[in-house]
């Protein structure tokens, strides 16, 4: 059973640059979600998704993209990378009930330079 | 809006002393808290978490308790170990409607020394 897998591990990117950050479940979990943890800032929201076919925006959407075409996977893109975007991105899901622990996956370590 | 603090930031102990961490958060409507921990390089695992009707969870060693009004949950380990070295943090979920996500704490650094 593998959970919530994040690929790659870690990605250097120059400033201007797009990349896709791949999350991916298999415990069916109807809810999805996209973390950046900074240090100093802890976690925040960067954007959510309910079900397939539905996203929607948290704490700090800005510079990202997401979209839900499949149950499994949640990708998060990065349209122009910019330096205020390195970070370690973490993936989480969990049933649709709200009562359920969230399930991360290990995260993605990001510089921008 | 929902702000979560955790105290201490830092801990260290020697191996076998019971210990309590700390969180609290400002708007007490939350419908559950969870506690995460989160070891170096990892992402977060679920430990606990408390349903808003509930006053505590128990796994293991690991006890966590639930004050709604006063807007407060403590961690109780028992018993510690070096492997309880970790950084563990809470997290309530977002108040006032809106986004559907948590809230987190900026954790506590827990260092076990053998």
């Known amino acids: 059973n593998a959970g919530v897998t994040q690929t790659p591990k870690f990605q250097v990117l120059k400033t201007g640059q797009s990349m896709t950050l791949q999350c991916a479940q298999d415990m069916n979990h109807e809810y999805m979600s996209w973390y950046r943890q900074d240090p100093g800032m802890g976690l925040r929201l960067i954007h959510y998704?309910?079900?397939?076919?539905?996203?929607d925006q948290g704490e700090v959407p800005n510079g990202y993209n997401v979209s839900r075409s499949t149950t499994e996977d949640f990708p998060l893109r990065l349209l122009s990378a910019a330096p205020s975007q390195t970070s370690v991105y973490f993936c989480?899901?969990?049933?649709?009930?709200?009562?359920?622990?969230?399930?991360f996956g290990n995260g993605t370590r990001l510089t921008v330079t | 809006k929902q702000e979560v603090t955790q105290i201490p930031a830092a801990l260290s102990v020697p191996e076998g002393e019971n210990l309590v961490l700390n969180c609290s958060f400002t708007d007490s409507a939350i419908y559950n808290l969870q506690w995460f921990r989160q070891d170096p390089g990892k992402g977060l695992t679920s430990l606990l978490l408390?349903?808003?009707?509930?006053r505590e969870q128990t796994s293991g060693r690991l006890n966590a308790s639930l004050d709604k009004s006063s807007g407060r949950s403590t961690l109780y380990i028992a018993a510690s170990q070096p492997g309880d070295s970790a950084t563990y943090l809470c997290?309530?979920?977002?108040?006032?409607?809106?986004?559907?996500?948590?809230?987190f704490g900026k954790g506590t650094h827990l260092i076990i020394q053998p």
């Open positions: 998704s309910v079900g397939a076919g539905i996203t």
């Open positions: 997290a309530v979920p977002f108040s006032g409607g809106g986004a559907d996500g948590l809230t």
């Open positions: 989480a899901s969990r049933p649709g009930r709200y009562n359920s622990p969230l399930h």
């Open positions: 408390i349903q808003s009707s509930q």
